[in-house]
């Protein structure tokens, strides 16, 4: 059995290794008759740096050009809906809502938390924290869902409320 397999292996490789000549013979004959195309290029132009020698005007890159603009955005909007940029942050407006979950409640007579988890941290919330990236406000709190009114900006620049919800997560156990 083993010299039939031996046998048939020398013979495919002998098989392979025939015929090479016809094929560099086909190769040069076509190499003769092609004849390759190539465009001539135009001479690049040449670089000239600018120069910035206005050392005395704002920097383009200076984060505080933004908030600028932000302020005189905010103070053209005729809907006075523009969010307190003055305000102290809270903790949990560093987080984009879609990576906030909302995992359970608390009562005590006089008051309603919601317990919200953001990178692996526990919040406890009330009516009137903010939440998200988008300044938003938490508007109501119930068993299973936390409501919210944000602002934000339309395409237009003008400042919008928007409502989001933040639902319950069924625990995984």
């Not at 560099?24 to 004849?35: G, L, S």
Request: glycine residues 4%; hydrophobic residues 35%; contains cysteine.
């Amino acid at each position: 059995m083993k010299r039939l397999f031996l046998i048939t292996l020398l013979l495919s490789v002998y098989g392979c290794t025939s015929s090479d000549d016809e094929l560099k013979q086909w190769m040069a004959d076509a190499r003769k008759d092609v004849h390759p195309i190539t465009p001539h290029l135009t001479e690049p132009k040449t670089f000239e740096p600018f120069i910035y020698a206005e050392q005395s005007q704002v920097d383009p890159f200076d984060p505080a050009k933004i908030t600028n603009a932000l302020r005189k955005l905010a103070a053209k909007s005729n809907n006075g809906l523009a969010p307190d940029l003055s305000r102290r942050r809270e903790p949990l407006e560093s987080y984009p809502l879609d990576s906030i979950q909302m995992v359970g409640t608390l009562s005590r007579p006089s008051m309603r938390y919601a317990l919200l988890r953001a990178d692996g941290v526990v919040y406890q919330i009330k009516v009137g924290n903010y939440v998200g990236q988008n300044f938003g406000i938490v508007t109501q709190i119930s068993d299973n869902q936390v409501s919210l009114k944000e602002v934000v900006q339309d395409a237009s620049g003008e400042w919008v409320e928007r409502i989001s919800k933040l639902d319950l997560q069924e625990s995984s156990k």
